[in-house]
């Protein structure tokens, strides 16, 4: 069969994969394990392989490799690009990166998310905004915590406005036993983090 994956190229050979019938180009390989949904498209060069990879929705992978754990869902577009331990949802691009999670599920990139050209490794959750570097994270001794968009910084399951942090870290720290070192972690990534984002320069967290 022929199919136009709408990339410049024309209708080019493909085949439909035999878990979940999605649309795969000939010069792209995906292994029999890997699920590609009815509605996605796989083309270019692409490698994706058997260990857990899920791709459901209008996602579309082009000359990307999928090596392990990774689940693509609605509208996500992944073009030149390397994952793995990583969801991506929502109508998220993620282009010429490379996005490695610590373990399975450990990035989670969703709604309107667009990266380009970064590389990552981590435990990361990013749920807006545009990057072109790689997001602010640590761990403290019981939570990991860094930006989520360019207006909102996650503390554990914790994921707030600017705004709020500048206004009840201490309560919501005193509210989840966070111990004096963590608190003050937060406290000095959430002001590192202000700083870099221009349309939150000038606030002064005391």
């Known amino acids: ?35 590609i949904g009815e509605k996605v498209w ?43 331990n990583i969801i991506v949802s929502g109508k998220a691009h993620v282009n010429n990166s490379t996005l490695f999670g610590t373990h399975s599920d450990s990035i989670m990139i969703r709604g309107d998310t667009v990266i380009q050209t970064v590389k990552m490794c981590g435990d990361i959750v990013l749920h807006g905004g545009v990057w072109k570097r790689a997001p602010i994270f640590a761990r403290g001794n019981s939570y990991t915590m860094g930006e989520t968009s360019e207006h909102t910084f996650r503390v554990g399951c914790q994921d707030h406005p600017y705004s709020k942090w500048k206004r009840d870290l201490d309560r919501i720290a005193d ?23 221009s349309n939150t320069k000038g606030w002064v967290m005391k």
């Open 1 to 35: 069969m022929l199919h136009d994956f709408q990339d410049g190229n024309g209708p080019v050979p493909s085949h439909h994969h035999p878990r979940g019938g999605g649309i795969v180009a000939d010069t792209a390989y995906v292994a029999d394990g890997a699920y």
């Open 175 to 197: 509210n989840h036993d966070a111990s004096p070192f963590d608190r003050e972690m937060a406290r000095a990534m959430i002001k590192f983090a202000i700083s870099i984002w």
């Open 42 to 84: 796989v083309f270019g060069y692409s490698y994706i392989g058997s260990d857990y990879i899920s791709c459901y929705g209008n996602a579309r992978i082009c000359s990307s490799t999928l090596d392990s754990h990774v689940t693509l869902d609605e509208k996500a577009n992944i073009t030149a690009s390397h994952l793995q």
